[in-house]
Each structure stands twice: as structure tokens, then as C-alpha cells.
């Protein structure tokens, strides 16, 4: 039996970003309801920078999405991962980008399976310190079912525990006095 995969890329295949995980809050899409989806993508041989310009690059972050006729996919949140500031630059740099979308069906939506397409647009910075712009085209399966078939509610397992919670400002302090010794 073949099996389609999760996601797949269709950009160029020396992009230096890889969507690494894809997460819904549900397992299917119910007609007339929605979800959220989270877009876990990873730098590689590249970091993302935290200010491109003197602007947040968090705001110069593009992403077109386009989805099936009856649903609806947007941009609700966007978020670095795994910070640090990068010794030789001195430039506060991630390692890792999420994407989280609020995506619709609507009553009428057609039932099955289908596809959400998007494009992103990043800056990002090589290992020897030069800049270069990123675009990532993404495609990525979306199942709708009617709106009285039962979904699983899926839990995400990369949240935060709590010990990682009570730690952070500890951590934070500590990077935020560091005396580089």
C-alpha cells in the first residue's frame, strides 16, 4: 500500500529551511468548525535572525496561504525557537521558526481529503555571516469530515512542561548577565 506523505516541498531543494513537523489540534477538520494548525520549521546550515533592518524579523515574515474552495487558512501566530545569541556576530539569532494558522471549513466545504498550499518568505543568515532571503513553498494534506462525525482531540506534546516554565526566568537572567566566562 503506498502512502502519501504528511508534507512535502515544492521549492527549491537547497532552501535552508525544512518544515520539520506539522501539528493540528484535531485530527480531522469538521465541516463548519475550525482548527489550528502549527508549521514547525527548522534553519539549517543557516540561523533566523531576530532583527532584520532594524525591524523584528517576525514582521517581515510572509506567508501567502491558499486554500480549497469552502475553507479558510490565516496567519495567528508566528514564533521563534531555540534563541541564542551568536558569539561571533553578537546578533540574537533561532534556530527554529513556528507557524500557527487558524484554518475554516465552512458548512458547504467538500468532504475528504485535500491540500493547503503557502508560501514563505524569510530572511536568513548563513554561518559566515551573510544574509540571504528565503522562500519555502509548502504543501501540506487537510481532511474534512461532516460536522457530527466524531475528531480527536490532539495534544502537543512539544508544549512547554511546567519545570521548563519555572526555569525560564532563571535562564533568562542568566543570559541576560552573562559576563562571557
Known amino acids: 500500500m503506498d502512502v502519501a506523505p504528511l508534507f512535502r516541498f515544492t521549492g527549491s531543494t537547497n532552501s535552508k529551511l525544512k518544515l520539520k513537523k506539522i501539528w493540528t489540534s484535531h485530527s480531522a477538520l469538521r465541516q463548519g468548525s475550525s482548527f489550528e494548525m502549527k508549521l514547525h ?12 533592518e532594524g ?8 506567508l501567502q496561504i491558499a486554500a480549497p474552495p469552502g475553507m479558510k487558512a490565516q496567519l495567528v501566530g508566528r514564533s521563534f525557537d531555540k534563541i541564542d545569541c551568536s558569539l561571533a556576530e553578537g546578533e540574537w539569532t533561532a534556530h527554529n521558526l513556528v507557524l500557527t494558522l487558524g484554518v475554516t471549513a465552512t458548512s458547504e466545504a467538500a468532504l475528504g481529503k485535500h491540500e ?18 528565503q522562500k519555502l513553498s509548502l504543501k501540506f494534506p487537510l481532511n474534512v469530515v461532516a460536522a457530527h462525525e466524531p475528531v480527536k482531540v490532539q495534544r502537543n506534546t512539544s508544549a512547554m512542561a511546567r519545570w521548563r516554565v519555572l526555569l525560564s526566568p532563571a535562564r533568562l537572567m542568566n543570559v541576560l548577565f552573562w559576563d562571557g566566562s
Open 41 to 52: 520549521l527548522r534553519a539549517q546550515e543557516c540561523l533566523l535572525p531576530l532583527e532584520t
Open 116 to 133: 493547503l498550499s503557502a508560501l514563505l518568505s524569510c530572511d536568513t543568515i548563513l554561518l559566515d555571516g551573510d544574509r540571504l532571503p
Open 55 to 62: 525591524e523584528p524579523a517576525l514582521r517581515r515574515l510572509a
